[in-house]
Nanobody, 121 residues
Framework: QVQLVESGGGLVQPGGSLRLSCAAS????????MGWYRQAPEKQRELVAI???????NYHASVKGRFTISRDNAKNTVYLQMNSLKPEDTAIYYC???????????????WGQGTQVTVSS
């Protein structure tokens, strides 16, 4: 099993910044993709940003230029630096990772419990 521990969420004023962290632990041999999704009330979950093992990244169009995803492979941790936050960024943010437990095994996806990000004055 894989455990994901998220942190960094909270309440921030428009234009402010937050940095989300997600640390993976457990039966992990390798991590492929790490990323962040978000879901606002009455809306479907959407991809915010992803980063692959080699470093390539992809962002939702609405956060490009404002958010930056990064990872620390030694710590099995992914980060999401969120700048110039807007009220429309308010949502529960979920960490997502794809891992393998042992050599030759299939990759499996894991989800964090979610951390609330609220952007309001």
């Amino acid at each position: 099993q894989v455990q994901l521990v998220e942190s960094g969420g909270g309440l921030v004023q428009p234009g402010g910044s937050l940095r989300l962290s997600c640390a993976a632990s457990g039966s992990i041999f390798a991590i492929n993709t790490m990323g962040w999704y978000r879901q606002a009330p009455e809306k479907q979950r959407e991809l915010v940003a992803i980063i692959t093992s080699g470093g390539p990244t992809n962002y939702h169009a609405s956060v490009k230029g404002r958010f930056t995803i990064s990872r620390d492979n030694a710590k099995n941790t992914v980060y999401l630096q969120m700048n110039s936050l807007k009220p429309e960024d308010t949502a529960i943010y979920y960490c997502y990772v794809i891992t393998s437990a042992r050599p030759g095994s299939s990759y499996a996806s894991s989800w964090g419990q979610g951390t609330q990000v609220t952007v309001s004055s």
